[in-house]
């Protein structure tokens, strides 16, 4: 990371984690390479203003409902159900407070008509691979709440919802995200490819700049 | 000076080289060192292909270090103008003309391997632990031509503890037979994370060795 300074001619620099949550490389690991002090730090010749990772802007939401209608397009929302799909790990809460952050506010957007909203976990409850206890709709819909699509999405999350087979081999992106929709425990689910890999995180990314002016602007 | 400044200068002065790619003007291009029949190149247009074309190696192994000599063939690259030279140089090779222009003025931001490790965090905070010939021998097998990287090494292992002679300690940045008046020597400012990760592997084996 230190390199990237040498390659940046401006004098003032945005840096956005593309991160899903706070947490250790968002409070320990960014500021201590890129040498940052706070918010805004004044080093080597430049001002670096330090962002909120894009994971906890609220604009996340309108990637959510863009991934629900591109994986599932025309099924009914009142006859579905939706899980957003985190890792869960007992060492930073600050990862299941952005989805269960993102179902909230969806729960209360005045379009939502998802029958139901759940945040789901891989490795805490409520677990994910108990989807098909906890929908009681035709329809599932499911979205990693992920940065990029690797192991957990290609292979682990498969494998809880079903669809895969543990002693298979790890899906390519071709297989997992494309033979949708699968016929489950007499439901029909649509599995989605990892949140970041939508086009529109460029958005939210220029969204938490605007979000760190606003809420760091001197007073007038 | 700006680095588009820094790259005309240096193109002017007759410099074609730097890394695995070879920069030719009028027109501007750029195609990797050992590709000779431009004909036969796939040809590009867009600089941001080269991020693509920089991940994996010829024998579909993933390039950690953007440094490795292991850049793919078979690709020319038609440039409209400097800026997105300097573009397509820094996604093969990230950051590599401004090191090398702040090498050149002095005002390079060298870090010597302890300082790198001793600030390592989390489940790397043990890499600090790996012993001096332990941080000699890494630098032997992961750096220089023959092994990962092909930067000049720039850091030491400590201010009082400079690196053992070797091909890594000796290698000046630059591949094949050219030398600083036709090449921009790629530099290496701080050990990287491969390097990182490696040390603390290293620091494990050691300590499992150690006697009761």
């Known amino acids: 990371m230190r390199e990237a300074l040498y390659m940046i001619e401006a004098e003032e620099i945005y840096v956005v984690p593309d991160f899903i949550s706070e947490g250790y490389f968002t409070q320990e690991v960014i500021p201590r390479e890129l040498e940052l002090t706070g918010p805004t730090t004044r080093i080597h010749g430049k001002t670096i203003h330090y962002c909120d990772p894009v994971g906890v802007h609220p604009s996340m939401t309108s990637l959510i409902l863009k991934r629900t209608d591109e994986v599932a397009p025309g099924v009914p929302q009142e006859e579905s159900t939706l899980f957003i799909v985190g890792h869960g790990t007992g060492l930073n809460k600050n990862s299941t407070k952005a989805i269960k952050d993102q179902v909230s506010h969806i729960k209360t957007l005045p379009n939502c008509r998802f029958a139901e909203v759940f945040d789901t976990y891989m490795e805490e409850p409520p677990f994910i691979a108990d989807w098909a206890k906890m929908a009681t709709t035709p329809n599932v819909i499911v979205v990693p709440f992920f940065i990029a699509d690797g192991l957990h999405s290609y292979q682990d999350i498969p494998i809880m919802l079903g669809f895969e087979k543990e002693e298979g081999q790890a899906a390519s992106q071709k297989e997992v995200f494309r033979n949708n929709p699968y016929a489950l425990h007499n439901k029909t689910l649509y599995y989605s490819a990892a949140i970041g890999t939508e086009a529109m995180m460029a958005d939210v990314i220029l969204d938490q700049i605007s979000s760190f002016d606003a809420n760091h602007s001197a007073p007038s | ?212």
């Open chain 2, 1 to 212: 000076m700006s680095l588009n400044q820094t790259l005309t200068d240096a193109l002017n002065r007759g410099m074609s080289q730097i890394g695995q790619l070879r920069i030719l003007q009028n027109p501007l291009r750029l195609h990797h060192l050992d590709d000779s029949d431009l004909e036969a190149l796939e040809i590009h247009t867009d600089p941001d292909d080269a991020r693509e074309i920089s991940l994996y190696s010829d024998d579909g192994n993933y390039r950690f270090t953007k440094g490795e000599l292991s850049l793919k063939r078979g690709w020319l690259f038609q440039l409209e103008n400097i800026e997105d030279l300097q573009r397509t140089i820094d996604l093969f090779y990230p950051a590599s003309l401004g090191l090398w222009q702040a090498h050149q003025s002095g005002t390079i931001r060298i870090q010597n391997l302890r300082e790198k490790l001793n600030r390592q965090s989390g489940m790397y905070r043990h890499a600090r632990n790996v012993s001096d010939q332990g941080t000699q021998e890494l630098v032997q097998s992961l750096c220089g031509p023959s092994n990962k990287c092909v930067k000049k090494i720039l850091w030491s292992i400590d201010k009082h503890l400079p690196l053992e002679d070797s091909e890594a300690s000796r290698f000046n940045g630059i591949v094949g037979e050219a030398d600083e008046s036709t090449a921009i020597p790629m530099v290496c400012q701080e050990a990287c994370n491969f390097f990182v990760a490696e040390a603390r592997k290293k620091s494990k084996a050691e300590f499992e060795d150690k006697p009761a």
